[in-house]
């Protein structure tokens, strides 16, 4: 019997080199020939300058120089939609229509073990209602030397190689004062914040009023909401290549890059524990901690200073 792979919906916009890196990346995974991905280039902003169009447009030449699936689609937008609008379509379009998706941006470099290890975690926890978001990143400064498996749960989702079902995403609003609303009757906001070292919760306010680009602030909440969990490999599986100051919603930062050389080649998925890793969670917080912000900043500025 076939296996029943995930669609992979990878989003891009001005950045053609970063599009071709991670896309070979992506050429190079087991089951990149079986399985069907779906292109979405964004368009220009109004007033975009001639260097910003044409990088569009070298975009568009990148996404057509090689089948880097067995079945490509590519939709290219006109006008510009933002992250936010073009993620939320093209989630929303193929959840309904395959029941599940694998999403990646164009600075989401891959291991050649990524969609193995989608489809198996996927697969394995298909009809397991609070398993809501499988992520394939771990950022690199994450202690997970006391996770006993393979993978572990945690609350906080990313957004640089990860999937879903429909049934999770059918959880998903735009609205972002709605969520906010529910997540007040809820309680438990500190813990949403990951106990102060986030704005989660403000952030709700702020996509609301001021159109923030950030539909992982929605759906962090929507997937606290329901008490779900995010599966996370204990290697990272992909590097975020775009925190190089050529992105549009990231500022350059160099703590999120995991190495390429230290990428795990495959993880193994079996089933485990619906529970969260309280072990994981406080290290993670400890991360974002005032004073681990200050040290970075402090080493940052040391550095500009050198150069």
């Known amino acids: 019997m076939m296996r029943s792979l995930a669609p992979v919906v990878f989003f891009a916009y001005n950045r053609p080199d970063h599009t071709r890196q991670v896309l070979e990346s992506l050429y190079r995974n087991k089951y990149a020939d079986e399985c069907s991905l779906w292109i ?11 260097e910003t169009r044409s990088a ?5 030449k990148a996404v057509r120089e090689k089948k880097w699936c067995k079945e490509v689609t590519i939709i290219e937008a006109e006008v510009n939609k933002g992250l936010v609008r073009s993620t939320t379509e093209g989630v929303t379009k193929l959840v309904n229509e395959f029941g599940k998706v694998i999403v990646m941006e164009d600075d ?5 073990g990524f969609l193995t290890y989608m489809n198996d975690a996927l697969d394995l926890y298909e009809h397991s209602p609070r398993v809501m978001h499988i992520s394939a990143y771990v950022r690199p400064d994450l202690d997970t030397s006391t996770v006993k498996e393979s993978t572990f749960f945690f609350y906080h989702t990313t957004t640089w190689g990860w999937g879903t079902w429909k049934r999770a995403w059918d959880k998903f609003t735009p609205d972002a004062m709605a969520v906010r609303e529910a997540v007040r009757k809820k309680g438990h906001i500190n813990r949403l914040n990951m106990d102060g070292t986030f704005e989660f919760f403000w952030g ?8 923030m680009n950030s539909w992982n602030t929605i759906w962090h909440s929507v997937v606290f909401l329901h008490d779900g969990l995010v599966l996370y490999p204990k290697r990272s599986l992909v590097s975020n290549i775009g925190h190089d100051g050529s992105g549009t919603n990231c500022a350059p930062d160099e703590r999120f890059r995991v190495d390429t050389g230290t990428l795990a080649d495959g993880i193994e998925v079996t089933e485990i524990p619906l529970e969260l890793h309280e072990d994981v969670r406080r290290k993670y917080v400890a991360l974002h901690s005032f004073t681990s912000r200050l040290k970075f900043a402090i080493k940052h500025y040391l550095r500009y200073l050198i150069k």
């Open 204 to 211: 709700l306010y702020a996509v609301a009023r001021s159109g």
């Open 40 to 50: 979405y280039v964004d368009g220009p902003k109004a007033g975009a300058s001639e």
């Open 56 to 60: 569009i447009a070298e975009v568009k």
């Open 108 to 112: 989401n470099l891959v291991s050649p």
